[in-house]
């Protein structure tokens, strides 16, 4: 017999962190969770699902996950970016797990059953010099990492996105009503990186996989040329070396290394991949299944970039919850070209509120084989942290003007 959707509503928490959580109710009494965690623009997601999406959800049927799907997207006229794509990617994901839980299956069974047995994870370390990095590194691997993406600051700067001088650790965003106002030198860091990544694989050795971030930061002739310096590091893969609109700039960073490139968390739709998929221009697409239209929307991706030979790594950082990290992990390991998690990991409270199935264990994650994506929320533990506005930095160059970070 067919169910419906009988409510839909929007939960923020900020256990630490701000989180936007979609929950879709059924007549038979079931529920489904999504993530819709817009980092730093939460309060645009949670109204355009409580004001133009719940109203539209209730009567549905939740079986059809696809027709839903069209109807949000072809529906609205204005489609596509972030806020849009984030809040179907939460019906999507909530829809997955209620076809789930009315199976009795966990999502990846319905996605055509596990094509691996564990999805290969990375990490993040990150240390202000080369000798904190190394410890950091260190840490990481024994917790059983076999992927690290290294981190560290700038010789003159005091501040570089994910590493603060002095700080253990750092969050994607910091609270407080606007963005912290960092200052970033490009040639000081095209100095110092090369010499940091090489310390960093001379430390380790030949196998354990390093990763490193440029966050959007460089021109393509500066990229190329960090990319051509890099190439003796052996990179598992260096990440958004540009700007994202402008995928055509790739063809000049691709004509002048092989370093392997990955690209696209802050893509929304396989549209923002096309070109770099279709002309070989990354070895890797980082789209996000909260941020690209969820799981649904996600497989598209796969699915285009696999016959391109290009795999999947998401983005998960703290800022995608672990309704998504869940969710992403089904897709894992249902997904042939799907080459590793990030996993940053989440402070105690997150796991309190987040209740999940999926595991990690020595350097892999596993989605976990309870029905649906695997996850509960405690609602009364979640209302206990209301939102409170944060935001991602902001960076400037010395003489004032803003840069990309
Ligand atoms: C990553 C990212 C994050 C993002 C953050 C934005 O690769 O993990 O670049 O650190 O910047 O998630 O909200
Ligand atoms: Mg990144």
Redesign the pocket.
């Known amino acids: 017999a067919s169910d419906t959707i009988v409510a839909a509503d929007v939960i923020i928490t900020s256990p630490g962190r701000n989180f936007v959580t979609l929950k879709i109710t059924t007549a038979q009494g079931l529920t489904g969770w999504g993530d819709a965690t817009l ?2 623009r939460e309060l645009a997601v949670a109204s355009y699902l409580r004001d133009h999406v719940a109203p539209l959800l209730i009567g549905r049927d939740p079986a059809r996950i696809e027709d839903t799907w069209q109807y949000l997207y072809r529906g609205v006229y204005w489609r596509r970016g972030p806020v849009t794509m984030t809040s179907i990617g939460a019906v999507d994901i909530a829809l997955w797990d209620i076809k789930g839980k009315t199976t009795g299956q966990p999502v990846y069974q319905l996605l055509g059953g596990a094509v691996r047995d564990r999805i290969l994870t990375y990490t993040h370390a990150t240390g202000w010099d080369v000798p904190q990095l190394l410890d950091s590194i260190d840490a990481r691997r024994e917790q059983g990492f076999l992927a690290v993406r290294a981190q560290s600051g700038v010789p003159g700067l005091d501040m570089v996105y ?1 590493v603060t001088n002095g700080a253990a650790g750092y969050e ?2 910091g609270r407080g009503a606007a963005p912290v106002e960092e200052v970033w030198d490009t040639d000081a860091y095209l100095r110092h990186a090369p010499k940091v990544l090489a310390a960093a694989r001379d430390h380790v050795g030949p196998e354990l996989k390093l990763l490193h ?1 440029v ?1 959007h930061r460089l021109t393509p002739g500066q990229a190329a040329r960090l990319g051509k310096e890099l190439e003796g590091v052996g990179l598992f893969w260096l ?2 070396v540009t700007p994202a609109e402008n995928q055509q700039v790739l063809r000049h960073v691709r004509q002048h290394t092989t370093v392997p490139l990955a690209i696209g ?1 802050v893509f929304n739709t396989v549209w923002e991949c096309q070109s770099l998929i279709t002309e070989q221009l990354i070895d890797f697409v980082r789209t996000c299944v909260t941020h690209a239209g969820g799981i649904s929307h996600l497989r598209r991706i796969a699915a285009l970039a696999e016959i391109w030979q290009i795999a999947l790594g998401p ?1 998960g ?1 703290s ?2 919850s672990p309704v998504a990290l869940g969710a992403s992990l089904h897709v894992g390991l249902s997904t042939p070209n799907f080459a590793i998690q ?1 996993y ?1 990991g989440y402070e105690p409270l997150v796991h309190e509120v987040f209740q999940h199935g999926w595991s990690y264990e020595n350097g892999y994650l596993h989605p976990g084989d309870l029905p649906g994506i695997g996850i509960e929320v405690d609602e009364k533990l979640a209302a206990r942290y209301p939102y409170e506005p944060a935001y ?1 930095p902001v960076a400037r160059r010395r003489d004032g003007s803003m840069t990309d970070w």
């Open positions: 980092n730093g994910g994607p965003a971030d966050h990440e958004d968390e983005h950082p800022d995608v990030e940053m991602l």
